[in-house]
């Protein structure tokens, strides 16, 4: 479980005046559900990079823990996230041609020639535990609603401090996002997860711990989405 | 690392792909690849068949043909020599062995080939793989893969082989010794004395005693009176030295020293005979088909540089479409590196794939055509990969495995966060 303080972080690109984010200060603290909400192109996904270091903030602190990640290398950064990051993607990015389990036990992989003793264990327990039996069909065959939730277990395989979620239900009907917005829910108290959830979605955004809003790259008051 | 299922996994998914590029380097290959192999085949095998034929002298005409004639024994009307440039031959003191050498007859579709007792020995540098040289008319050695036994009857018809035509009923020969294979069309040739030769077609002997035929024309006699004529003239002696022989069509000369052959052959160039190194011939012939096989490599280096160019642009294309995969893998924890070495193994092993392939389908293609080379020629040419080929082939694979991290680096160099977006 991590928390993280950002520290004056602004993200500029070229061919922009102002900054994509701009965050004097921000905090989450470990163990914390947070959502984060704002209209499109306000920041979100450039913010959930910078948290996961997938992207270097133009200047500025991300301290995980007491690690400024900004700081780290991009192999370092790579490093880091592996260990300590797990990510849910909008449109799921499953490699199709492998099973299910084999689609799991693949980022555990990519970073050792052999596999952790209790893998294979543990990745069927998270797959059953989401709710998937079949562990040996291709990955392609699954409905959307499996795909992603065989996407939750991939991402809580490794035990990582952070689950990081960006618009995970957006492709989903509205019966499959329910499934997977509670299995994140469930599943990061149970394992102690830092979640942090980039979501439009009103009911999601209502079982966290908090809401964090963005406006062209700002902060600003949750208060007024309530109001 | 990158486990090697999802390896497989991508190239199953990308098979089409794969597969083109695959057949694209197999192509690419064994052009290239068959041509250097079938030249050096050629090459070798007719050198191989000229290497007895120090000097042939024949009538005025191409020397090409004299050269096809009598080293290929390609069929095909030469002009007789006179037979007194034959005793001159055999009596020359630079001469080691002029042999004669007479064709027109066939068996079977073989060639049968009149000459002597020295040419079928070389000149005493040959043995025979099984029984002896012939020392009578009516004896006959056989070429190594004439399919025909020691004893058995060989009746010559008169034409060249293929052309049909009718027995010479009066003479037949028995089989009483079989060369050493030579890789050369001799080897399906039946050689008998030059005298049987003459004596089928009445021109007599060319030994005294001898009568010299009155059916002077070799092509349109009658063999109504044959037998007793021909017994007539008897088991004589077969052989060098004779007096005053029948045309033959040419003589293969081996000289004393390399100077005589040079004098020698100068000496037969004139207005009615030929001296020829067949060598020289070969040489000749072989730098035209020389300038063939470079054109040949030129269009099969350019087919392969067309063919590395289409797999860059394919590569190229196919990595764009892939971005966002790669960019999940690196999101997911693969290091860089292993980006790279997903991309450039893919690539590589394709290649690897290809060209393998390349070089088998080369290899058998210059043999089907060798063997039906040597069907229609009798030459054979050795088809073999040689050092030279293995070097070609990992000269392709080095090239491709530079040319592989091109992919590779543009792939280890995108940013994760911009391609996640794409
Ligand atoms: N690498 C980049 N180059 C140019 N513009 C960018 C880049 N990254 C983000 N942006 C811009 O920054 C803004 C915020 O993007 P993003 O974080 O994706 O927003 P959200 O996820 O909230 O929709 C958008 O206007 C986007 O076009
Ligand atoms: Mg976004």
């Known amino acids: 479980m991590l928390g993280v303080v950002v520290r004056d972080v602004t993200v500029c690109v070229r061919g922009l005046a102002e900054p994509v984010i701009d965050l004097p200060s921000l905090s989450i603290a470990a163990g914390e559900k947070v959502a984060v909400t704002g209209p499109s192109g306000a920041g979100k996904t450039t913010l959930i990079n910078v948290l996961t270091g997938l992207e270097r903030p133009s200047k500025g602190q991300v301290l995980w823990s007491g690690t400024d990640i900004a ?11 592996a260990r300590h990051v797990g990510i849910v993607f909008q449109d799921f990015h499953l490699f199709s041609g492998l099973s299910v389990r084999d689609n799991v036990l693949l980022p555990q992989q990519l970073r050792s020639f052999r596999l952790p003793p209790g893998s294979r264990e543990r990745a069927e327990s998270l797959l059953r535990r989401v709710g998937i039996e079949r562990h040996d069909q291709r990955v392609e065959t699954l409905s959307r609603g499996e795909m992603q939730r065989v996407a939750i277990a991939r991402a809580l395989q490794q035990e990582p401090g952070i689950l990081v ?54 902060l600003v008051m949750p208060a007024a989405r309530a109001a | 690392m990158i486990p090697f299922r999802f390896i ?113 020995l070389d000149n005493g540098r040959e043995t025979l793989l099984e ?28 034409g060249l082989p293929g052309e049909g035509g009718h027995t010479h009923g009066e003479l037949s020969y028995s089989v009483v010794g079989r060369m050493r294979e030579t890789g050369t069309p001799w080897d399906r040739a039946i050689l008998v004395p030059i005298e049987g030769v003459w004596r089928i077609h009445h021109l007599g002997e060319g030994h005294e005693g001898a009568s010299v035929s009155e059916h002077a024309d070799a092509a ?35 000289a004393k020293t390399i100077a005589d052959a ?41 087919t392969q540089a067309l063919v590395a160019a289409a797999i860059v642009l394919v590569c190229v294309v196919h990595l764009a479409q892939r971005r966002r995969q790669l960019a999940a893998l690196r999101a997911l924890g693969a290091p860089r590196s292993a980006i790279f070495a997903l991309v450039w193994s893919e690539l590589l092993a394709l290649v690897a794939v290809g060209v393998a392939s390349g070089v088998a389908l080369g290899y058998v293609g210059a043999r089907v055509f060798a063997q039906w080379l040597s069907q229609a020629s009798g030459i054979v040419g050795p088809v073999m990969l040689t050092m030279q080929d293995v070097w070609l082939a990992f000269g392709l694979l080095a090239i491709a495995a530079i040319m592989a991290t091109i992919p590779g680096v543009m792939a280890y160099r995108q940013s994760t966060a911009v391609a996640l977006r794409a």
Not at chain 2, 22 to 35: K, P, R
Not at chain 2, 134 to 153: K, R, S, T, Y
Not at chain 2, 221 to 242: T, V
């Open chain 2, 220 to 254: 349109d006699h009658d063999h109504e009176h044959d037998a007793d004529d021909a017994e007539a003239h008897g088991a004589g002696r077969i052989g060098p030295p004779w007096v005053n022989p029948p045309g033959i069509p040419a003589i293969i000369v081996k």
């Open chain 1, 71 to 81: 700081r780290l290398s991009e192999a370092q950064r790579d490093a880091w996230r």
């Open chain 2, 131 to 158: 029984g002896r040289a012939f020392d009578a008319v009516p004896e006959a050695v056989i070429g190594a893969n004439v399919p025909l036994a020691i004893g058995d009857q060989v009746k010559p018809l008169h």
């Open chain 1, 165 to 218: 979620a960006d618009e995970p239900t957006a492709s989903l009907d509205t019966e499959s996002a329910k499934g997977v917005i509670s299995l994140l829910i469930d599943l990061s108290a149970s394992l102690g997860t830092t979640l942090i959830v980039v979501t439009h979605d009103g009911n999601l955004a209502q079982a966290m711990d908090r809401t964090i809003c963005l406006d062209r790259g700002r």
């Open chain 2, 8 to 120: 497989l996994a991508d190239l199953r998914r990308l098979w089409v792909g794969s597969l083109v590029v695959v057949l694209l380097i197999a192509g690419a290959t064994a052009l290239g690849m068959a041509v250097n192999l079938q030249e050096r085949a050629l090459r070798l095998g007719s050198a191989r068949a000229a290497e007895r034929f120090d000097l042939v002298i024949g009538a005025a005409g191409s020397d090409t043909q004299l050269v096809l004639s009598a080293v290929f024994l390609q069929p095909s009307p030469l002009t007789l020599l006179p037979g007194s440039v034959l005793q001159a031959l055999t009596t020359d003191p630079r001469v080691a062995m002029a042999a004669p050498v007479g064709f027109g007859d066939s068996f079977d579709g073989m060639p049968v080939v009149g000459t002597t007792a020295a040419f079928v």
């Open chain 2, 262 to 302: 040079y004098r020698l052959r100068s000496e037969y160039r004139k207005d009615t005979t030929l001296g020829v190194f067949p060598a020289e011939v070969l040489t000749r012939l072989f730098s035209t088909l020389g300038d063939v096989r470079k054109v040949l490599s030129v269009i099969a280096m350019a």
